[in-house]
């Protein structure tokens, strides 16, 4: 992809990564992602604003072989696919300076070995002149990690904010046309890994709440012309009410589980509950992660293996414990061959979660009569619960 003008004197740069799948060994990409970078050219200097992943460096320079003067290259933050060009951007540009706040100069010493001299450190706030064209520095911390921070352009109302907003998505779209889509794939995101800073973010929030912008460029999937719809998306999920809806992460070794969730997941949708099972050797992490942005309950359903709850329900629990959701209430349920003591230790793996527990519904071997009826029971206590807190 070629160096594409947003307006005058701005453009976007980058690379598209179609076919990444996985981020940070971690982070599921069903739909790929992309490293967005962009060029500003004041009157007198030119600043290049982030690079690209380590893994497409060639895509950035051809895209910079006809820029000859680069003044600056703002880094936004220190994580590697964003920063990860830094060396070979600098060995073309002699005397371009990086532009970043103390936190991340350091980071990106530790992280890339470079330099110290090639640093210009700014301030929250502070504004770097390129002539005609001005770069607003602002703080944005813990999206998700603490050095991050933003650029505003003033003169063409401009936010340009690293991973803030972003959202794993290759598309050939420049801007958020398809926003069902890009909705969706910027949930994810959030859900990934911003959730576990949601108090942060409302302070960043409020932060960029004073600017008048046009546009905000994230460096991850397409740019917002329509900057409204994502602040208030965002907006939805760090301070929006859980919803009445709960998931259950699950693992079935014999059947004996899966009776319990389906009989659950019926009970709870005939008392009017949305609920989302997810069966976890099958499931992609990111889409439990994102019913959790919305989950009032978490109901962990497993075997016993190996005299404990099943790995990848134990996975599962601390994976939430990471991601600190906003749900309200949370259970157990599960069937055991001798012991069931282990899979009540399932609650243990969400110490960081304030929720009101359930009563477990444990079986021995095959469920029976009345442990459907201890389901049911189960269902009539989440939906009481769901109704008190007026929770849609
Ligand atoms: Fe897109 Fe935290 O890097």
Same mark, same amino acid.
């Given at each position: 992809?070629?160096?594409?003008?947003?307006?005058?004197?701005?453009?976007?740069?980058?690379?598209?990564?179609?076919?990444?799948?996985?981020? !940070?060994?971690?982070?599921?990409?069903?739909?790929?992602? %992309?490293?967005?970078?962009?060029?500003?050219?004041?009157?007198?200097?030119?600043?290049?604003?982030?690079?690209?992943?380590?893994?497409?460096?060639?895509?950035?320079?051809?895209?910079?072989?006809?820029?000859?003067?680069?003044?600056?290259?703002?880094?936004?933050?220190?994580?590697?696919?964003?920063?990860? @060009?830094?060396?070979?951007?600098?060995?073309?540009?002699?005397?371009?300076?990086?532009?970043?706040?103390?936190?991340?100069?350091?980071?990106?010493?530790? +992280?890339? +070995?470079?330099?110290?001299? #090639?640093?210009?450190? =700014?301030? !929250?706030?502070?504004?770097?002149?390129?002539?005609?064209?001005?770069?607003?520095?602002?703080?944005?911390?813990?999206?998700?990690?603490?050095?991050?921070?933003?650029?505003?352009?003033?003169?063409?109302?401009?936010?340009?904010?690293?991973?803030?907003?972003?959202?794993?998505?290759?598309?050939?779209?420049?801007?958020?046309?398809?926003?069902? #889509?890009?909705?969706?794939? @910027?949930?994810?995101?959030?859900?990934?890994?911003?959730?576990?800073?949601?108090?942060?973010?409302?302070?960043?929030? !409020?932060?960029?709440?004073?600017?008048?912008?046009?546009?905000?460029?994230?460096?991850?999937?397409?740019?917002?012309?329509?900057?409204?719809?994502?602040?208030?998306?965002?907006?939805?999920?760090?301070?929006?009410?859980?919803?009445?809806?709960?998931?259950?992460?699950?693992?079935?070794?014999?059947?004996?589980?899966?009776?319990?969730?389906?009989?659950?997941?019926?009970?709870?949708?005939?008392?009017? =509950?949305?609920?989302?099972?997810?069966?976890?050797?099958?499931? !992609?992490?990111?889409?439990?992660?994102?019913?959790? =942005?919305?989950?009032?309950?978490?109901?962990?359903?497993? &075997?016993?293996?190996? @005299?404990?709850?099943?790995?990848?329900?134990?996975?599962?629990?601390?994976?939430?414990?990471?991601?600190? &959701?906003?749900?309200?209430?949370?259970?157990?349920?599960?069937?055991?061959?001798? %012991?069931? #003591?282990?899979?009540?230790? =399932?609650?243990?793996?969400?110490?960081?979660?304030?929720?009101?527990?359930?009563?477990?519904?444990?079986?021995?071997?095959? &469920? #029976?009569?009345?442990?459907?009826?201890? +389901?049911?029971?189960?269902?009539?206590?989440?939906?009481?619960?769901?109704?008190? +807190?007026?929770?849609?």
């Amino acid at each position: 992809m070629k160096a594409r003008k947003i307006v005058d004197n701005v453009y976007w740069m980058g690379a598209i990564d179609w076919n990444r799948r996985l981020f !940070d060994s971690l982070v599921p990409l069903p739909d790929g992602t %992309s490293y967005n970078a962009y060029l500003v050219k004041g009157s007198e200097k030119t600043a290049l604003l982030d690079t690209v992943d380590p893994t497409m460096v060639d895509v950035l320079m051809e895209q910079l072989k006809d820029v000859s003067q680069l003044d600056y290259v703002v880094a936004h933050h220190a994580e590697q696919d964003h920063s990860g @060009a830094l060396p070979e951007v600098l060995q073309k540009y002699p005397n371009a300076k990086i532009v970043t706040n103390a936190k991340a100069r350091d980071m990106l010493i530790d +992280l890339l +070995l470079l330099p110290e001299d #090639r640093f210009q450190v =700014v301030g !929250d706030g502070e504004v770097l002149s390129l002539g005609d064209l001005h770069l607003q520095f602002i703080l944005t911390p813990w999206v998700h990690w603490p050095e991050t921070m933003s650029t505003y352009l003033p003169e063409r109302k401009i936010l340009f904010t690293c991973d803030f907003f972003g959202s794993h998505l290759a598309t050939s779209d420049l801007y958020a046309v398809d926003q069902a #889509r890009v909705y969706e794939a @910027a949930k994810l995101y959030y859900a990934e890994i911003m959730m576990p800073y949601a108090k942060q973010i409302t302070k960043d929030l !409020d932060k960029i709440s004073g600017l008048d912008v046009d546009i905000i460029a994230p460096s991850h999937g397409p740019i917002y012309d329509n900057p409204q719809f994502i602040v208030d998306a965002y907006r939805e999920w760090v301070h929006g009410a859980p919803k009445n809806y709960v998931v259950i992460p699950y693992v079935s070794m014999h059947g004996s589980v899966d009776k319990m969730v389906s009989h659950l997941v019926a009970a709870l949708a005939e008392r009017g =509950v949305r609920v989302q099972q997810y069966e976890l050797t099958v499931t !992609d992490i990111g889409k439990l992660a994102m019913s959790l =942005v919305d989950a009032a309950t978490i109901i962990f359903a497993t &075997p016993t293996v190996l @005299a404990g709850p099943h790995p990848l329900v134990a996975y599962a629990g601390v994976l939430t414990n990471a991601l600190r &959701p906003k749900a309200k209430f949370a259970g157990v349920i599960g069937s055991y061959g001798w %012991s069931g #003591r282990p899979i009540e230790q =399932v609650s243990s793996l969400i110490p960081s979660l304030k929720v009101e527990t359930f009563e477990p519904v444990l079986c021995k071997g095959h &469920p #029976r009569q009345e442990h459907f009826e201890a +389901l049911d029971r189960l269902a009539d206590a989440i939906a009481a619960k769901h109704q008190e +807190l007026g929770l849609e």
